[in-house]
């Protein structure tokens, strides 16, 4: 093991090399036989299951309900909303026959020509088309309003350049989608998953994030207004880690959907969706991690304590394991997840470098001493200190120091953040500054021809336009001309 840590690249020498050196050490997730796709190993999917299961249950107390639509899109459907379609078109996978055939020559199957499809399908690249189609046949009065759903998925767009967890040509995400009988409903709609965003990202991840809007230039495909949130990773470059969208009536003009309000009139009904993919997992890693390894925030580890015996004899062992299995029940009264490691295939000192890789918050050891103390040895993974405590009371003890642990991840994300933010007046200042890396935020005129200029020059894009951020008006650093506040700009993934 401590070989296998050795080959962890430092991220001071390549952060993208360690990034990638990380996912595999760690056994999250390894590149698949199918060009761009990945395998979420067991490890990696049980922090993508927490993830789940914590946001499912904020999007169900918040009042929506799951469902599940095709994975198949007819292609005819692309073809209703412009923006959308043109949003998407390159980075769509088409179906275009369904069977195979035995290869003449034996040389194993080929595609049937016979069996071509009368319509392509698009393998979803996002789901407001096909959900959109299927919402006509469900809305009819403003009794069948609002609509709440949300769907846990995988979608395919067909990126060229890839990296594990961050871009992927497949990837695991939800999507709500939300249909309402006013504008005003949609958009509170929209602004309260934001908000469920940034609390899941904040108190679950441990990771400070800015919520804004998009620019025009950034915004989703077919959306009147995306909301964001934004969080800055250790190389300084910005990671978008959800969007919600305020979908106008865009895709209700599209699909006919319309609705009869309480006057009796017909009117078209307003959209919304909304989502976070496997992404997250490459923002948790960016987030917090070290030189050793994953450090995971233990709202989301898939065991927050390990405990690793230390015997001479199986005599030793049976009399530890029994104290051990003492601790573990009061540990899991008090909801706290611990996984018993005394496989006696590995030594401890490999097993410590193990979980310290995998980003185990808390290690507990007990060996012949400490049986005979009462103690217990307990190895913080944030700050890798070591203490020897008394078992008397181990469940608070731990109880508090998770929460300890919890809080002082989140607060050096933050402070990284806070001391990797900074407010510049000129364009020059500005390109001289972006080479640092970090958030930057300056004064930009609100046009797109600016945007894209800055973007052209420096390989920095507007994350967005902060919504608690400083209103205070001033001057675009590039063109002098009036600007209504300032906006967050950075390099991003």
Known sequence: MAKELKELTPRSESYSQWYQDLVIKADLAENSAVRG???????????????????????KETGHVNAYFPLFIPKSFLSKEADHV??????????????????PDGTGVVVDPQAKLDEELIVRPTSETIIWNTYKNWIQSHRDLPILCNQWANVVRWEMRTRLFLRTAEF???????????????????????????????????????????????????????????????????????TSHFLGQNFAKAFDVTFTNKEGQRELVWATSWGVSTRLMGALIM???????????????????????????????????????????????????????????????????EYELKGVPVRLAMGGRDLENGTIEVARRDTLTKETVS??????????????????????????????????????????????????????????????????ETKATIRCIPIDGDKTPGKCMVTGKPSSQRVLFARAY
């Open 37 to 59: 796709c990945m395998v979420i190993k067991p490890y990696g999917y049980a922090i993508w299951e927490k993830m789940q299961r914590v946001l499912d249950d904020m999007f």
């Open 86 to 103: 043109e949003g998407f078109a390159k980075e769509c996978a088409v179906v275009t026959h369904y069977r195979l055939k035995t290869n």
């Open 287 to 353: 987030s917090h991690s070290d030189d050793n390894g994953l450090v995971l925030p233990p709202k989301l580890a898939p065991f927050q304590v390990v405990i690793v015996p230390i015997y001479r004899s199986e005599e030793q062992l049976k009399q530890i394991s029994e104290k051990v299995d003492e601790i573990i029940l009061k540990l899991k009264a008090k909801g706290i997840t611990v996984k018993y490691d005394d496989s006696d295939n590995k030594k401890p000192g490999w097993k410590f470098s």
């Open 172 to 242: 695991l995400w939800q999507e709500g989608h939300t249909a309402h009988a006013t504008r005003e409903e949609a958009e509170e709609e929209a602004r309260k998953m934001l908000e469920v965003y940034a609390t899941f990202a904040e108190n679950y991840m441990a990771m400070p994030v800015v919520k804004g809007v998009k620019s025009a230039n950034e915004r989703f495909a077919g959306a009147v207004d995306t909301y964001t949130i934004e969080a800055l990773m250790q190389d300084g470059k910005a990671l978008q880690s959800g």
């Open 391 to 456: 078992i008397d009371g181990i469940d608070e003890y731990i109880a508090t120091l998770l929460e300890e642990i919890q809080e002082n991840i989140f607060r050096k994300a933050h402070d990284y953040r806070a001391g990797h933010t900074i407010t510049v007046e000129t364009y020059d200042e500005f390109k001289e500054k972006i080479e640092e890396g970090g958030f930057i935020l300056a004064h930009w005129d609100g046009t797109s021809q600016t945007e894209e200029l800055i973007k052209a």
